[in-house]
T-cell receptor
Framework: GENVEQHPSTLSVQEGDSAVIKCTYS??????FPWYKQELGKRPQLIID?????GEKKDQRIAVTLNKTAKHFSLHITETQPEDSAVYFC?????????FGTGTRLKVLA | DTGVSQDPRHKITKRGQNVTFRCDPI?????LYWYRQTLGQGPEFLTY????????KSRLLSDRFSAERPKGSFSTLEIQRTEQGDSAMYLC????????????FGNGTRLTVT
């Protein structure tokens, strides 16, 4: 079955710096790659997603890049702010089952 | 509020008791999922419904777990003879049909088995 690895597990950055989180997957049939942000005690919420026919997508300070050949995709957050502190999960799906990474705890230090 | 709703938010039960959780998806979403999340981990897939049909059940689920979606709307997840290892956050999510569509999560039910 599909396997998703996410790195790093924790990431601390200074406010204003950039943060990058990377996920790798195993199933070449995967075609949709969302990223979720989960704040403490709250539900995971979609922040950005990318489909397999696109290499990059940007939404203000957040971007996602996809390399289908290498089977990896990354979340980029620029100009980080304290409110970006949370746990971020990548996910992968090809049909209906979404497989999640193990999460990255991002701490933005003021 | 037209989001995914789950009930109860918290459940504390003694080992060996049965518990049942409810999920009401977004009304036009015909896909419904149950996930389990433990501290420091990502959501783990448990089961998936398309309308009222349960199309997949994870090997993570023992025969103590059963889920239903009788009319293709709300769903219930029942755990029989609970064990301490069942303690986790149980998340429900729904989506529209079709590929490449995001999941919308509920706030979850936090189960604590003492």
């Amino acid at each position: 079955g599909e396997n998703v690895e996410q790195h790093p597990s924790t990431l601390s950055v200074q406010e204003g710096d950039s943060a990058v989180i990377k996920c790798t997957y195993s199933d070449s049939a995967s075609n949709y790659f969302p990223w979720y942000k989960q704040e403490l005690g709250k539900r995971p919420q979609l922040i950005i997603d990318i489909r397999s026919n696109v290499g990059e997508k940007k939404d203000q300070r957040i971007a996602v890049t996809l390399n289908k050949t290498a089977k990896h995709f990354s979340l980029h957050i620029t100009e980080t702010q304290p409110e970006d502190s949370a746990v971020y999960f990548c996910a992968v799906t090809g049909t209906y089952k979404y497989i999640f990474g193990t999460g990255t705890r991002l701490k933005v230090l003021a | 509020d037209t989001g995914v709703s789950q009930d109860p938010r918290h459940k504390i039960t003694k080992r060996g008791q049965n518990v049942t959780f409810r999920c009401d998806p977004i009304s036009e979403h015909n896909r419904l999922y149950w996930y389990r999340q433990t501290l420091g981990q990502g959501p783990e897939f448990l089961t998936y419904f398309q309308n009222e049909a349960q199309l997949e059940k994870s090997r993570l689920l023992s025969d103590r777990f059963s889920a239903e979606r009788p009319k293709g709307s709300f769903s219930t997840l029942e755990i029989q003879r609970t064990e301490q290892g069942d303690s986790a956050m149980y998340l429900c999510a729904s989506s529209l049909p079709g590929q490449g569509l995001s999941l919308h999560f509920g706030n979850g039910t936090r189960l604590t088995v003492t």
